[in-house]
């Protein structure tokens, strides 16, 4: 650690002093946290830790420290650690005009992550879709990875009402997540397709209401337990809905979470919804 820490000074005295050999120049809170992000972005994550938290010793009211320390610690599997650096900025901000987007999704994340549903789902229902200005639409990606997105916070919002008993709440936060995905479905050919999430009942080519949702079951004719090319999957009118005081009811709400589990996931690349705006420009 000490030798890599040597190293990237040295590197900044040397970017520094290249500019002006005849002045001395001390980093700021801004060109540690500058260099946090460059190693988050890289997946870098203990490295953009140990930048942001550098940042924090130069000035412990360094917002974007606080964010980029919390994100980085999360990525690292330290849920509590970053639920500690987002609440402490939120505690000292302007909850009225800041722009804490990043802030109560992070914690949303890190309370899912810690098993804490009640606090999950404050932050995703009440403090992050709650504060969206719905009327521009307002669409949150963070800026640092951007298929990190509210299609995220969006599950995040209907696992914790799945978990605390809200099963009609999350019904509805279900539908109007495949609302936002949208962009990102797939039209199957046929049912017996295994590829695709809708059947284009319409033929628009898009998914729009009334089309047909993948609902997670299909006709095991094999049976293995496992879907396979030419078993007939099944698919459920949109918008879903379902008596959800019934096992089968919260079944299907089940099936659906670990559908849209498999959207918003980083790794398949099909999270990728337009954010039609750069928080960090």
């Given at each position: 650690?000490?030798?890599?820490?040597?190293?990237?000074?040295?590197?900044?005295?040397?970017?520094?002093?290249?500019?002006?050999?005849?002045?001395?120049?001390?980093?700021?809170?801004?060109?540690?946290?500058?260099?946090?992000?460059?190693?988050?972005?890289?997946?870098?994550?203990?490295?953009?830790?140990?930048?942001?938290?550098?940042?924090?010793?130069?000035?412990?009211?360094?917002?974007?420290?606080?964010?980029?320390?919390?994100?980085?610690?999360?990525?690292?599997?330290?849920?509590?650690?970053?639920?500690h650096y987002f609440s402490s900025?939120?505690?000292?901000?302007?909850?009225?005009?800041?722009?804490?987007?990043?802030?109560?999704?992070?914690?949303?994340?890190?309370?899912?992550?810690?098993?804490?549903?009640?606090?999950?789902?404050?932050?995703?229902?009440?403090?992050?879709?709650?504060?969206?200005?719905?009327?521009?639409?307002?669409?949150?990606?963070?800026?640092?990875?951007?298929?990190?997105?509210?299609?995220?916070?969006?599950?995040?919002?209907?696992?914790?009402?799945?978990?605390?008993?809200?099963?009609?709440?999350c019904l509805v936060t279900i539908?109007?997540?495949?609302?936002?995905?949208?962009?990102?479905?797939?039209?199957?050919?046929?049912?017996?397709?295994?590829?695709?999430?809708?059947?284009?009942?319409?033929?628009?080519?898009?998914?729009?209401?009334?089309?047909?949702?993948?609902?997670?079951?299909?006709?095991?004719?094999?049976?293995?337990?496992?879907?396979?090319?030419?078993?007939?999957?099944?698919?459920?009118?949109?918008?879903?809905?379902?008596?959800?005081?019934?096992?089968?009811?919260?079944?299907?709400?089940?099936?659906?979470?670990?559908?849209?589990?498999?959207?918003?996931?980083?790794?398949?690349?099909?999270?990728?919804?337009?954010?039609?705006?750069?928080?960090?420009?």
């Open positions: 650690m000490m030798k890599k820490r040597i190293n990237t000074i040295s590197f900044l005295i040397f970017l520094f002093v290249m500019n002006s050999c005849r002045q001395e120049y001390e980093p700021q809170d801004s060109d540690f946290a500058q260099f946090g992000w460059k190693y988050y972005e890289s997946g870098d994550y203990l490295g953009a830790r140990d930048w942001f938290q550098e940042a924090l010793k130069e000035d412990s009211s360094f917002a974007d420290a606080y964010n980029g320390a919390g994100w980085s610690l999360g990525h690292l599997g330290q849920a509590d650690s970053a639920r900025w939120i505690a000292q901000s302007d909850e009225e005009n800041d722009d804490l987007f990043d802030y109560y999704a992070g914690l949303a994340f890190a309370y899912n992550a810690l098993g804490n549903d009640q606090q999950a789902l404050l932050n995703a229902q009440s403090n992050f879709f709650g504060k969206q200005d719905v009327v521009s639409g307002d669409i949150w990606c963070f800026c640092h990875r951007k298929d990190i997105n509210q299609i995220d916070v969006r599950l995040i919002q209907a696992v914790s009402e799945f978990r605390l008993g809200m099963f009609s709440e539908n109007t997540a495949y609302i936002e995905l949208t962009k990102q479905l797939s039209p199957a050919s046929d049912a017996n397709q295994v590829s695709g999430d809708f059947l284009d009942i319409d033929n628009s080519g898009t998914f729009t209401l009334n089309d047909k949702l993948y609902n997670g079951e299909w006709i095991d004719s094999t049976p293995d337990g496992q879907l396979s090319p030419g078993e007939e999957r099944l698919f459920d009118s949109y918008p879903l809905f379902y008596d959800v005081t019934t096992v089968m009811g919260r079944s299907f709400l089940a099936n659906h979470l670990a559908i849209l589990a498999v959207h918003t996931s980083s790794q398949n690349g099909k999270n990728k919804l337009s954010c039609n705006t750069d928080p960090c420009n």
